[in-house]
Structures are given as structure tokens and as C-alpha cells.
């Protein structure tokens, strides 16, 4: 089946993708741009640099702004999603929503009016076994996001690796976040990949935080 992936840079978005490159044709990958940093339904840290993710990949890439504005930014993603269908011929799209019943049933109501598939590859799955598959898979991720307590100014940058994970999983009992940030507890942007022909490099970022929460600004980014 022809697929475009809702991508927005970070470790569910990439792994849903590769996921569904298995077994579907993957035609694009969509983004919308929020104009705000409280966007219900998308991911704002970074996400401007998915273009050069797109270029690593070597696979088209259709963007588009929206508001940010509840409810209003919906209407802006079926826009978007109906421009693939226009260009590209999808038959489907793929989201990395892993437990968020706002956004999966948001999004299925789009895929219905557009006659769609909507393909959720990573529902329901244990964080502690999405975290798992991030190493086993040697995906290469850094946090971008943090927004709630004990992750401070240091997890910023912060590669997702054994270590981070470890550290994860022991604050989900004593703080009950989400491990894998469920909750918008981080989010994270993907630096290499299985599916990468190219590794990105960070060449210059700041780091903005105050009172447990922040967002990594990727100031200068290549290709290797």
C-alpha cells in the first residue's frame, strides 16, 4: 500500500516509519510547522530540521504551516494530507501515536473523510519496549524537550542511549513520568538511522530552560 508517514523528526515518528517501510511503499513524509510551542497535536522542538531528515532519507517531503490553534490545526493537517493524495497517490498514513487517544482518533477522523487507511504501528506498546527497540535498532536520538520535573537543563541534548534509558525507566516509579515521554515529558529529534543514507551532525544549538521544562534550539545542522 502507498504511505505517507506524519513525521516530525523524533524517535516515535522515525520508528513508526521504518516500521511500515516493511511491509507499504512509502510515497512522502508530511509536516506542519506549528506557529506556537503548545500545539496539541504536534511536536514543536526542532521540527524544522525535519527537511534535512527528509534529504537524509531521500524521500519527498510536503510541509505546511498551521496555527497551532486547537481544533483549527486539524483542519490545516487535512490540507496537508489531501495535497498527498493529489501528488503522490497515498492510500494511507502512518502515525507514530503510541497511547494519545486525542491524536489517533483525530487523526482517523481525517483518514475517514479522505477514505484513508490509518496505520498506528506503535499503539499501545510498552515505552520500556519502544526505548528497547530505539537501541536494539542502533537509532541515534537526542532530546530536544523536556517538560516536566526531574528533567532538568542537562537532559537537554542528551543522547538516548543505554544510560538515558536506564534513568528513564527508574523515574517512571518514583516520579511517574512517562519513560518514553508520552506525556510530553521530552521530545527528541533523530540524528541516524537503519533507513538514514546519510548521519546528521549538530554544529551549534542553545539550550533554553526554565522551572523543568525547555527546548533544544538546533541552530546549525549537516549531512556526513
Known amino acids: 500500500m502507498k504511505l ?4 516530525s523528526g523524533g524517535k516515535d515518528s522515525y520508528l513508526s516509519f521504518q516500521y511500515a517501510s ?11 510547522y506549528p506557529e506556537r510551542e503548545d500545539s496539541w497535536m504536534f511536536h514543536t522542538p526542532a521540527i524544522e530540521w525535519t527537511k534535512l531528515q527528509a534529504e537524509a532519507l531521500g524521500i519527498h517531503h510536503l510541509t505546511s504551516k ?10 490545516d493537517l487535512y490540507l ?20 494519545s487517544v486525542y491524536q489517533a482518533t483525530r487523526i482517523q477522523r481525517i483518514c475517514n473523510r479522505l477514505n484513508l487507511w490509518c496505520f498506528n504501528p506503535l499503539w499501545q506498546m ?5 526505548l528497547e527497540e530505539l537501541l ?3 537509532i541515534d536520538s537526542v532530546i530536544t524537550g523536556v517538560a516536566a520535573e526531574p528533567l532538568d537543563e542537562t537532559w537537554l541534548g542528551r543522547n538516548i542511549d543505554s544510560e538515558s534509558v536506564k534513568e528513564l525507566v527508574a523515574l517512571e516509579s518514583t516520579y511517574a513520568i512517562n519513560p518514553a515521554g508520552e506525556g ?3 521530545e527528541s529529534f533523530v540524528l541516524d538511522a537503519p533507513l538514514f543514507k546519510r ?3 549538530i554544529l551549534e544549538s542553545t539550550k533554553h530552560y526554565s522551572n523543568f521544562s525547555g527546548r533544544l534550539e538546533i541552530k546549525e545542522a549537516k549531512l556526513e
Open 199 to 201: 548521519s546528521i551532525r
Open 136 to 138: 536494539a535498532n542502533n
Open 126 to 130: 510498552p515505552q520500556k519496549s519502544l
Open 184 to 186: 510530553g515529558e521530552l
Open 22 to 32: 516493511q511491509s507499504h511503499e512509502i510515497r512522502c513524509l508530511l509536516t506542519l
Open 4 to 7: 505517507a508517514v506524519l513525521f
Open 66 to 75: 498551521t496555527s497551532g490553534v486547537k481544533e483549527k490545526e486539524l483542519e
Open 80 to 99: 496537508l494530507i489531501n495535497s498527498a493524495i493529489s501528488e503522490y497517490s497515498i492510500e494511507g498514513v502512518v502515525t507514530g501515536a503510541l497511547a
